[in-house]
């Protein structure tokens, strides 16, 4: 189960998740839905912790994945599927690379 506590995340002035709270159960499916821009995508990679909450906590059955070792960290990952809504494994490369 993941459990979501008062998730908040800002960049600078914006407050993307103004506190989020939630549980996803294990073996259930989940939709998260919202208008564009309301911050989904900003969630999501929150809870892989590809950005860290500005507060809050969230706990993979029972773990705060923010408190986890880098080895912790990487068992949960190899767990985790993952698309992204864009190109986001090799945004950082040329073509060419
Ligand atoms: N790395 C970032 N730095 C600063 N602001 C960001 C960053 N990532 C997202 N935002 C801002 O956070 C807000 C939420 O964006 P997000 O991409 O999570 O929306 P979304 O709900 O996924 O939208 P869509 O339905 O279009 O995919 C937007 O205002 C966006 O500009
Ligand atoms: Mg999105």
């Known amino acids: 189960m993941i459990e979501v ?19 996803f159960e294990t073996g259930k499916v989940n939709l998260v839905i919202g208008q564009s821009g309301s911050g989904k995508t900003v969630f999501l990679k929150s809870l892989l912790n590809v950005y860290q ?36 494994l090799f945004d950082s490369m040329t073509v060419e690379e």
């Open 5 to 23: 506590k008062d998730l908040k995340k800002r960049f600078d002035e914006v407050e993307v998740l103004k506190g989020i709270s939630s549980n």
């Open 53 to 88: 909450p500005t507060s809050g906590e969230i706990l993979f059955d029972g773990k705060d994945i923010n408190k986890m070792s880098r080895d912790e960290k990487q068992q949960l990952r190899a767990e985790i599927g993952t698309v992204f809504q864009g190109s986001a």
